[in-house]
């Protein structure tokens, strides 16, 4: 029986990865919900509701574990000159001390593995410079450093990868999304003439989460139809 941990699993890329596990034999999931109360029910599925912005101390699961994979995120665009502090520390609390925090209390759990991995989501934006990325550049910037350093502390036994995605169709990213004039101008903006999708992400981070990417550590993987060339 293989564990996994699922932090954000209710809706977007996240709930692409759990479909896309919930398919494999012998698996169970911890996965995690904010506010909605989700509608996929298995019997391979534990659902408990958790803030990852709380930085709690309490383990979500005491099986070991498998993996992690962390999706909680955020596309807040704004001039740097209107950035607030407390903006700029909201957003490290949901993509940056978040993971950090969901890791640590669950590294005893995944000890008994002989190659754990974990998952976490950057942006291209961290890769290519963008006016007005200020507040995600940081946080996922240092994301992507802890995760390159944790790679090498944490190996043998755990290994450590990000996917940094190109604006993605998800409810995160509607606002960017809801009209064909918008959509339009987006898909232009990628040589492949599209936008990410979450299914095809999940692919990836169920890749990584394999044993055919066992020779992968620390690596932060960009999936962005062109867009940073």
Same mark, same amino acid.
């Given at each position: 029986?293989?564990?996994?941990?699922?932090?954000?699993a209710s809706?977007?890329?996240?709930?692409?990865?759990?479909?896309?596990?919930?398919?494999?034999?012998?698996?169970?999931?911890?996965?995690?919900?904010?506010s909605?109360?989700?509608?996929?029910?298995?019997?391979?599925i534990?659902?408990i509701?958790?803030?990852?912005?709380?930085?709690?101390?309490?383990q =979500?699961?005491? $099986?070991p *574990? #498998?993996?992690i994979?962390?999706?909680?995120?955020? +596309? %807040?665009?704004?001039p740097? !000159?209107? @950035?607030?502090?407390e903006?700029?520390?909201?957003?490290?609390?949901?993509?940056?001390?978040g993971?950090?925090s969901?890791?640590q209390?669950?590294?005893?759990?995944?000890?008994?593995?002989?190659?754990?991995?974990?998952v976490?989501?950057?942006?291209?934006?961290?890769?290519?410079?963008?006016?007005?990325?200020?507040?995600?550049?940081?946080s996922?910037?240092?994301?992507e450093?802890?995760?390159?350093?944790l790679?090498?502390?944490l190996?043998p036994?755990i290994?450590?990868?990000?996917?940094?995605?190109s604006?993605?169709?998800?409810? =995160?990213?509607? $606002?960017? *999304? #809801?009209?064909?004039?918008?959509l339009?101008?987006? +898909? %232009?903006n990628?040589p492949? !003439?599209? @936008?990410?999708?979450?299914?095809?992400?999940?692919e990836m981070?169920?890749?990584?989460?394999?044993?055919?990417?066992?020779?992968?550590?620390?690596?932060?993987?960009?999936?962005?139809?062109?867009?940073?060339?």
């Amino acid at each position: 029986m293989k564990n996994f941990l699922i932090i954000g699993a209710s809706s977007g890329i996240g709930y692409s990865v759990l479909n896309n596990l919930i398919k494999e034999e012998q698996i169970s999931i911890t996965a995690t919900y904010l506010s909605k109360e989700p509608i996929l029910k298995s019997n391979k599925i534990e659902w408990i509701q958790f803030d990852a912005t709380k930085q709690s101390t309490n383990q =979500l699961t005491n $099986k070991p *574990l #498998n993996g992690i994979v962390y999706c909680p995120g955020s +596309i %807040n665009l704004k001039p740097f !000159k209107r @950035i607030k502090k407390e903006e700029l520390l909201n957003e490290m609390n949901l993509n940056f001390f978040g993971f950090f925090s969901v890791l640590q209390m669950h590294l005893e759990n995944m000890k008994h593995s002989e190659s754990a991995s974990v998952v976490a989501f950057s942006s291209v934006a961290v890769h290519k410079g963008l006016s007005f990325h200020s507040l995600v550049n940081s946080s996922k910037g240092a994301l992507e450093s802890l995760v390159k350093s944790l790679a090498i502390e944490l190996a043998p036994n755990i290994r450590l990868n990000l996917i940094a995605p190109s604006l993605t169709k998800t409810p =995160l990213s509607e $606002k960017f *999304l #809801n009209t064909e004039s918008k959509l339009e101008h987006h +898909i %232009n903006n990628h040589p492949l !003439k599209v @936008i990410g999708d979450p299914g095809n992400i999940a692919e990836m981070v169920s890749f990584l989460l394999s044993d055919k990417s066992k020779f992968m550590t620390g690596q932060s993987i960009i999936m962005d139809g062109g867009f940073s060339l």
